[in-house]
């Protein structure tokens, strides 16, 4: 193979990885992790309408002290005019696009990579990119919002009337339906009923404790709709892995202190409450709820207590 050729094939290779890498960009050369200053400043100049909006008491995963919303109406990108977006701040840096309208030939038309497929979802994963063609959405996310599966969470503020009407904690416990020991028939119908959507698995046999998932989105906690993944063994439910952000960790630390009294143990990575059965996650944002047995069996074996 000539030099030129070698050359050639080289950049056919790493275009897709190159040409592709920051899909966001697409806005006017916005960037995930930037200010909010800054995104507002590229998008005025393509977008009809720039909304921006504060959240007194944040609730999105991600946001510690700040949470904001940008909202845009038609915006202008080189593929086409998009309906409307939505820019989701943490502490004034971004994390989470979500586009409606138009999104197809905004996203897709010009690509050469092939999607997978997850759900209802069209994934780009090196883009971290989800499309729904049946709701003509996509999202664009940062790592964290990877972790915490907000490709599932419609921002309500996109629709500039939405007005936040939670009552003040009143979901700061941890949902009561999610009883350890009850079957899988028995929480089925509840884990679907408190979802937007659900999706069951069977798992790979690295769990001794586990063999059914069934992986719940949207469900109520903090105020938020998260996904929850509830463990079967032997067809009882035995664990729960609540997907959180680092952002609220304080806000989560409270409400388990509040419900379950302080931690029973600590260290750089958790916080363990209720006699070894609920545990707050540092390390990576989750909140993990045990049967009794399993939880005093990682106190002697994990935590060596």
């Given at each position: ?40 400043q ?30 845009c ?14 820019f ?38 090196a ?15 940062t790592?964290e ?8 969470w419609?921002?309500p ?20 339906f ?15 009923a ?112």
């Open positions: 193979m000539n030099l030129h050729k070698i050359i050639f094939t080289i950049i056919f290779l790493i275009t897709p990885c190159m040409f592709y890498a920051q899909t966001e960009s697409i806005f006017n050369g916005v960037k995930l992790n930037e200010s909010l200053e800054k995104t507002v590229k998008l005025k100049e393509i977008s009809k309408t720039v909304d921006t909006i504060s959240v007194d008491n944040p609730n999105f995963p991600l946001a510690k002290l700040k949470e904001e919303h940008l909202v109406s038609q915006v202008k990108t080189s593929n086409g005019i998009i309906d409307k977006v939505v989701t701040f943490a502490d004034d840096t971004l994390k989470y696009i979500e586009v409606r309208g138009n999104v197809q030939k905004v996203f897709v038309s010009k690509r050469i990579d092939t999607a997978r497929v997850y759900l209802n979802y069209d994934v780009y994963v883009d971290r990119l989800f499309l729904d063609k049946n709701k003509d959405a996509a999202w664009i996310l790592k919002a990877m972790h915490t599966n907000l490709y599932a419609e921002n503020y996109i629709d500039l009337s939405y007005k936040d009407e939670t009552e003040p904690n009143s979901s700061d416990q941890i949902p009561a999610l009883k350890m020991g009850a079957t899988i028939d028995e929480l089925k119908p509840i884990l679907e408190r979802s937007n959507f659900t999706n069951t698995e069977k798992l790979d046999g690295s769990d001794p404790n586990a063999q059914i998932q069934i992986n719940c989105f949207g469900v109520d906690y903090l105020g938020f709709p998260r996904k929850i993944e509830a463990r079967f063994g032997d067809n009882k439910l035995n664990v729960v892995w609540i997907l959180t952000g680092k952002g609220e960790e304080d806000r989560i630390r409270r409400a388990l202190m509040n419900q379950y009294g302080n931690p029973i143990f600590s260290n750089d990575d958790w916080e363990i409450f209720n006699n070894w059965q609920v545990g707050l996650r540092k390390d990576k944002p989750e909140v993990l709820l045990m049967e009794k047995r399993i939880g005093l069996a990682y106190k002697t074996s994990y935590f060596k207590q």
